[in-house]
C-alpha cells in the first residue's frame, strides 16, 4: 500500500464530499448553506491541490487542473458571499451565484474522483 496514495486520495473524495455538503440544499436559501462548510470545503481544496503538484505524469496535470478550477470557483463563491454581505444585501440572484459556482466546483471535483479511481484501476492490471 502506498501511504501517498491513501493521503492524496482521502483529500481529494473529502474535498468533493465537503464540497457537496455545501452545494446541498435549497437553492434560494443560505440558510441551508453553512459558511464554515464553505471554508472547510476550500481549506480542503488547497490541500489536495497542494498534494497533485508533485505529480509529473498527464494524469497528474489533468488532476492538478481539476483541483485549481474547484479552487477558483469556491474561492469565488466566497468573495462573492463576503462582499454581498458587507457591501450590498444578499438576495436570491447572490444566493443562487455563490450556489452555482460551488456546483461547478463540485462537478470538477467529480471529474477529479472519476479520473483517480479510473488512474487507480489502471495502474491494477
Request: no cysteine.
Amino acid at each position: 500500500m502506498n501511504l501517498d496514495k491513501v493521503i492524496s486520495g482521502f483529500f481529494i473524495i473529502l474535498a468533493m464530499t465537503l464540497n457537496f455538503g455545501f452545494f446541498y440544499g435549497d437553492m434560494s436559501s443560505l440558510e441551508h448553506h453553512s459558511k464554515y462548510e464553505l471554508m472547510a470545503a476550500i481549506i480542503i481544496n488547497v490541500i489536495a491541490t497542494i498534494l497533485k503538484l508533485g505529480d509529473k505524469t498527464q494524469m497528474g496535470s489533468v488532476l492538478l487542473a481539476t483541483s485549481l478550477v474547484a479552487d477558483i470557483q469556491l474561492i469565488a463563491a466566497a468573495t462573492v458571499w463576503t462582499v454581498a454581505a458587507y457591501a450590498y444585501t444578499i438576495n436570491t440572484e447572490i444566493t443562487s451565484v455563490i450556489i452555482s459556482l460551488s456546483g461547478g466546483a463540485l462537478l470538477a471535483n467529480i471529474v477529479s474522483v472519476m479520473l483517480y479511481v479510473g488512474d487507480t484501476l489502471k495502474s491494477k492490471r
